[in-house]
């Protein structure tokens, strides 16, 4: 297939990259631009060249799948400077995305025109690694060191309008890109060059700039090295020629980009976008998804709900009573408020959200949705009789889904006319922010049905990931594991502080035990009592022991931790070295507490697939990166352990 095609349209040049799906540069698309540049320069009728792409975007980057191969020629860097020393000034024509390498070729050419729905940026911290093509040495040159720094260390890209205020872009244009492109360029042909970005000064910041960067910078990163080596390119780049800056970016990018933090990150990546569309499912399409109906408006019900409404899917909310219902639509209306307080939405848009919602108490309501997540209490009986109704109330082919954490759904589905339009959707809370949604069939769930679990997640923007059926699906059965392993390092006289402290710096925000009293040790506790209840025989655990005495966590002020009160800062507490000193005798434990409990969460994962929960060892990497904390940059407590398969 040829990457590149050459047109004309008067003196300029039309150089059409078409490299589907992304216009990645791989070693072809490198090599056709090379030569297109020569083809350009040698032709004495070609004033210009515009750069424009097919497809769904510019050109979105290095190829991430040739990362793990020998460098191959043409380099990027040599042909991002050959576009900027071409006899003729290129101008890139953007649309979609300009990321990485991508954007790296747009600084190469003269002048830069984007659409207004198009957007640029340096992604590649989020791939372990540092710009590769001189990212960090033009960007402080074209925009200032302020802006490149934004640009490089958060990876987050930029809008057309917000890019060219910072003067990343030279010209915004709606309607017709290549119409555009060319009048753009015909305009600046007849205004003197600007100089190639290469060429221009680049200020140097204030004195402290640096020391404050780094310090920010490192608070934000904890332990992913990227953004701080992006710094030093930066840093570089004010103080060092170009060349030599260049040198210097380009060995940092070959040494990340073998590390093992870039290789976790390019794991999640492909891992991220595999999800969404599984092979087992290629050709099963799913049902259609225009109403949607939510039944409960607790935590759970509420967060479901505003994920729907965000995705612009109208939502009948049914709650028990009026009382509840009202509760219901108060709960959403403060999802979306503090949205608004936050500047995620406009008031306008606040509106227009709830305005998507019809609260009812009445089922009749729902005979029109396509889909229905229940969210009720997590009790058999009451998911019983929800269902039933939604049995007799919903239209025969309509998507019947539950939101149990716990409860069997094969059980949830029994005494339904039809199980197989039934399936779990196990939502984490806060359900309209955490991206994981594990999928749960049971064993009549219709295929198209599956398929339609994810369509709902590509819908919301989430990772759908497929669950078997045990307790805990793949996650909280993951936890327990994690948090049973943190009981026996304290059992064996490891200190709560200590171990909490080690899986901080491992790159969770929080330890087992902070996180515990975070959400509350009661619930795991009245799970185990209610097994116990039902004659399961459940080993004591030491949290069942400070909820007994009244340590439910952050809520009663006292946990794992003592806390003060308005203040979360956990404090080492001595009333629980008494309450367990009689369970804890100091033994030889691991020394390393992050190693040793990773592994037992991998331990658990691989029970998990050689249980069939769970389809691959990528999936329950994603469940623990997007539903527990797990740091994206091990990659998940599978890679990190060496589980790859
Ligand atoms: N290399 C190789 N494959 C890529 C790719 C890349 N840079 N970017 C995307 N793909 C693949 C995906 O794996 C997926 O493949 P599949 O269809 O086989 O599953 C396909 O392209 C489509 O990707 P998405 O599902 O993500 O498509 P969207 O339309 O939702 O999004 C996008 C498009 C915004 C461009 C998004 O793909 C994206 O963000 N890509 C990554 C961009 C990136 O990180 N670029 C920097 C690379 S590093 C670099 O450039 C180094 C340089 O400085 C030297
Ligand atoms: P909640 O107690 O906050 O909300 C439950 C809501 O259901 C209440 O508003 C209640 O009025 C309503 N309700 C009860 N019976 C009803 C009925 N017959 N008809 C209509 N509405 C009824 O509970 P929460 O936390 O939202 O949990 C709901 C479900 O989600 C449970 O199955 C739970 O296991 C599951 N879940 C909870 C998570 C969490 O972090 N809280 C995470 C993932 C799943």
């Given at each position: 297939m040829t990457v590149t095609t050459l047109s004309r349209q008067g003196?300029?040049?039309?150089?059409?990259?078409?490299?589907?799906?992304?216009?990645?540069?791989?070693?072809?698309?490198?090599?056709?631009?090379?030569?297109?540049?020569?083809?350009?320069?040698?032709?004495?009728?070609?004033?210009?060249?515009?750069?424009?792409c097919a497809g769904r975007t510019f050109i979105a980057g290095a190829d991430v799948s040739e990362f793990g191969k020998p460098p191959m020629e043409p380099h990027l860097p040599d042909l991002v400077n050959r576009i900027e020393a071409a006899a003729k000034p290129w101008v890139a024509a953007i649309h979609g995305s300009a990321l990485g390498g991508g954007f790296e070729v747009a600084m190469g050419c003269r002048f830069r025109a984007a659409l207004d729905t198009a957007s640029v940026g340096l992604p590649e911290v989020g791939l372990g690694i540092v710009p590769g093509a001189s990212g960090t040495v033009r960007t402080p040159r074209l925009a200032g060191v302020a802006a490149a720094v934004e640009l490089v260390t958060t990876g987050k890209p930029l809008g057309a309008a917000k890019a060219q205020s910072m003067g990343l872009l030279d010209?915004?244009?709606?309607?017709?890109?290549?119409?555009?492109?060319?009048?753009?360029?015909?305009?600046?042909?007849?205004?003197?060059?600007?100089?190639?970005?290469?060429?221009?000064?680049?200020?140097?910041?204030?004195?402290?700039?640096?020391?404050?960067?780094?310090?920010?910078?490192?608070?934000?990163?904890?332990?992913?090295?990227?953004?701080?080596?992006?710094?030093?390119?930066?840093?570089?780049?004010?103080?060092?020629?170009?060349a030599e800056a260049l040198a210097f970016e380009r060995a940092t990018f070959l040494d990340l980009r073998g590390s093992e933090q870039a290789a976790a990150l390019r794991h999640v990546f492909f891992a991220e976008r595999a999800a969404p569309r599984p092979a087992h499912?290629?050709?099963?399409?799913?049902?259609?998804?225009?109403?949607?109906?939510?039944?409960?408006?607790?935590?759970?019900?509420?967060?479901?709900?505003?994920?729907?409404?965000?995705?612009?899917?109208?939502?009948?909310?049914?709650?028990?009573?009026?009382?509840?219902?009202?509760?219901?639509?108060?709960?959403?209306?403060?999802?979306?408020?503090?949205?608004?307080?936050?500047?995620?939405?406009?008031?306008?848009?606040a509106e227009a959200r709830m305005a998507g919602i019809t609260p009812s108490t009445d089922y009749a309501a729902l005979s029109d949705t396509d889909l229905v997540i229940e969210a009720v209490f997590e009790d058999l009986s009451v998911k019983h009789a929800v269902f039933d109704?939604?049995?007799?109330?919903?239209?025969?082919?309509?998507?019947?889904?539950?939101?149990?954490?716990?409860?069997?759904?094969r059980r949830i589905a029994e005494g339904l006319p039809n199980p197989a339009r039934f399936i779990g959707l196990h939502f984490f809370s806060p359900a309209n922010v955490m991206k994981l949604l594990e999928i749960v069939p049971v064993p009549e769930t219709a295929p198209e049905v599956l398929a339609t679990g994810f369509a709902l997640g590509r819908a919301l923007g989430k990772i759908p990931v497929q669950a078997g059926i045990c307790e805990g699906f793949i996650g909280n059965r993951i936890l327990k594991r994690y948090r049973m392993a943190a009981e026996s390092l304290l059992r064996k006289g490891v200190t709560i502080a200590k171990i909490d402290a080690a899986m901080r710096s491992y790159g969770f925000a929080m330890g087992p035990f902070e996180a515990q009293d975070l959400g509350g040790l009661d619930i795991a506790f009245l799970q185990r009592e209610a097994a116990r209840a039902s004659g399961q025989d459940v080993p004591e655990t030491l949290g069942d022991l400070l909820v007994r005495a009244?340590?439910?966590?952050?809520?009663?002020?006292?946990?794992?931790?003592?806390?003060?009160?308005?203040?979360?800062?956990?404090?080492?507490?001595?009333?629980?070295?008494?309450?367990?000193?009689?369970?804890?005798?100091?033994?030889?434990?691991?020394?390393?507490?992050?190693?040793y409990l990773v592994a037992e969460m991998a331990a658990e994962g691989q029970a998990i697939l050689a249980d069939g929960i769970a389809r691959n060892a990528a999936d329950i990497d994603l469940v623990k990166i997007h539903g527990y904390g797990f740091p994206r940059w091990r990659g998940g407590p599978m890679f990190a352990s060496g589980t790859r398969g």
């Open positions: 003196a300029i040049a039309i150089v059409t990259v078409n490299n589907p799906p992304v216009n990645a540069l791989s070693q072809a698309l490198r090599q056709g631009l090379w030569d297109a540049v020569a083809t350009c320069d040698a032709d004495p009728d070609i004033r210009a060249v515009v750069l424009i010209a915004v244009v709606t309607g017709d890109l290549l119409q555009g492109a060319l009048d753009f360029t015909l305009t600046a042909l007849e205004q003197p060059l600007p100089l190639p970005i290469s060429e221009r000064p680049v200020a140097a910041p204030a004195p402290e700039f640096w020391a404050e960067q780094q310090t920010a910078i490192a608070r934000r990163a904890k332990g992913e090295a990227a953004p701080l080596r992006a710094l030093d390119c930066l840093r570089k780049a004010t103080e060092a020629p170009f499912l290629a050709g099963v399409p799913p049902l259609p998804l225009r109403h949607t109906g939510v039944i409960g408006g607790g935590t759970m019900g509420a967060g479901i709900a505003a994920a729907l409404r965000d995705a612009d899917l109208p939502v009948v909310l049914i709650e028990r009573d009026a009382e509840a219902l009202a509760r219901g639509v108060a709960n959403l209306r403060s999802i979306f408020d503090a949205a608004v307080k936050r500047g995620r939405l406009t008031a306008d848009q109704a939604l049995g007799r109330f919903c239209r025969s082919d309509a998507v019947l889904a539950t939101n149990t954490s716990y409860l069997d759904p009244g340590r439910k966590g952050q809520k009663t002020g006292a946990g794992w931790y003592d806390y003060a009160p308005g203040d979360r800062t956990p404090r080492p507490s001595d009333a629980v070295a008494k309450l367990l000193a009689d369970r804890i005798m100091p033994t030889a434990a691991p020394t390393d507490i992050a190693a």
